[in-house]
């Protein structure tokens, strides 16, 4: 299959790319920059050409700006606009191509588990309602701004994806440093869900998402085992070697981070991964420990 990434630059598109090419199949970048081979340009706030789709199988759509830094007014609507704007360009190009030629038949988008919200000891499915917050919000305009190519007939998925375990980048990245430092420790009470997955299986599941024709919509890219945050960082430390004696208290990532604190580190999602179980995905890092151990090779 020809399948086009958008955010091909990004963590996990750097990871799907050659995910994608061991297994047969042959990714094309779409860049902002002018397209060298094996590319598509595109500009997320202009119409895209269906033309430059006609020959493509599937869409992989990761592009959006990253959600770490200070929450002012303008950073949460460049956010929010980054999204659901690029989305929008995208699956529009996509529906248009696909009246003409029947070609992609697939269009899959990353999305967040933030969908949910902080939902507490609730045990999170793809069929449990909306939550509130920014992040819920972005998630649910996110996946709403998917429906021209939903509306035209293809197969869209949401990969409303967990906390991503990799050592160049997402929140393990932020942690590595004070934890070898000897400085980790819970955050907050420790007792909010944290549901992770590793790198690998971002991308397995992703590639799955794209060959599994029975698999649609939102689907909860987490691993099969959603932790407390407290369980989390003794695990980490267990798996670095280092004590973890130095906990984050709430006023202070409330002072200092604010919402965004909130949001990403205070609040609890138990999400767990019903359709990509349902419809025979394996997880190649199942077990925390494991998934510190490939993340840190």
């Known amino acids: 299959m020809r399948i086009l990434i958008s955010g091909a630059s990004g963590l996990i598109g750097t990871a799907l790319t050659p995910e994608l090419r061991a297994a047969g199949h042959e990714p094309v970048a779409l860049v902002r ?9 595109w500009d997320p706030n202009r119409p895209l050409d269906p033309a430059k789709l006609a020959d493509s199988d599937a869409v992989v759509h990761l592009a959006g ?25 995208l699956a529009t190009a996509t529906a248009e191509s696909f009246r003409r030629t029947g070609k992609p038949r697939v269009f ?24 509130a917050g920014f992040l819920a919000e972005v998630a649910r305009q996110w996946e709403a701004a998917a429906a021209p190519a939903r509306d035209a007939g293809l197969r869209v998925v949401a990969m409303r994806t967990g906390i991503v375990l990799a050592r160049d980048g997402g929140a393990l990245k932020s942690l590595l440093l004070p934890f070898r430092l000897g400085l980790g420790g819970r955050v907050g009470s420790g007792k909010q869900w944290w549901s992770w997955i590793a ?16 698999l649609q919509g939102p689907v909860n890219t987490v691993g099969p085992a959603p932790i407390r945050n407290a369980d989390f960082v003794r695990a980490l430390g267990r798996q670095l070697h280092r004590p973890t004696m130095f906990p984050l208290p ?6 200092v981070m604010g919402e965004m604190g909130q949001e990403m580190l205070l609040a609890s999602a138990r999400v767990l991964p ?4 349902a419809a025979g995905y394996t997880f190649r890092h199942a077990e925390l420990q494991d998934a510190f151990a490939a993340a840190l090779r």
């Not at 920059?33 to 340009?41: I, L, S, T, W």
């Not at 700006?65 to 360009?89: D, M, P, Y």
């Not at 709430?250 to 002072?255: A, D, I, L, P, S």
């Open 33 to 41: 920059r002018p397209a060298g081979p094996g590319e598509v340009q």
């Open 65 to 89: 700006k990253n959600v770490a830094g200070l929450w002012t007014k303008k950073f949460k609507q460049e956010v929010l606009e980054s999204r659901v704007v690029g989305t929008r360009t």
């Open 108 to 131: 899959v988008s990353a999305s967040g588990m933030s969908y949910y919200g902080d939902r507490g000891d609730e045990l999170l499915t793809e069929e449990s309602s909306a939550g």
């Open 199 to 214: 790198l690998d299986d971002v991308v397995g599941a992703m590639r799955f998402a794209v060959e599994k024709d029975s």
């Open 250 to 255: 709430e006023f202070v990532v409330r002072t």
């Open 274 to 277: 019903a359709k990509l179980n």
